[in-house]
C-alpha cells in the first residue's frame, strides 16, 4: 500500500470540521448580533440569508462542500509531493 493522505477520510473531516464551524458562527452570530458575520457568509455562501432555516442548511451544505472541494484539490497535490520527495530522497 502506498503511503499517503487518504482522501476519503480527509473529505469527510475537513467538512465535518467546516460544518462544525460554520454551525458554531452562526449560534454566536445569533447570541452576539452586534459582531455578527453574516455578511461574510453571505458574500461566502450564495444563497444565504441572514436567518431562516433553509438558508442555514443552504450554508450548511455548501460548507461541507468546500470541505470536499479542499481535501479533493489538496491530498492529490500533498500525495504526489510527498511521494516525489521520498523516490528523491536517498536510501
Known sequence: MRPGIPL???GH???LFLAITYTLCVL???AFPEHAMFEVWRRL???FE???WRSYFI???ESYGYGWYFAL???PLYNFFAGHARRAAPA
Open 59 to 61: 450554508g450548511l451544505v
Open 50 to 52: 441572514w436567518i431562516s
Open 13 to 15: 473531516t475537513a467538512s
Open 8 to 10: 476519503v477520510a480527509l
Open 28 to 30: 454566536f452570530d445569533l
Open 45 to 47: 455562501l450564495p444563497g
Open 73 to 75: 484539490v489538496w491530498a
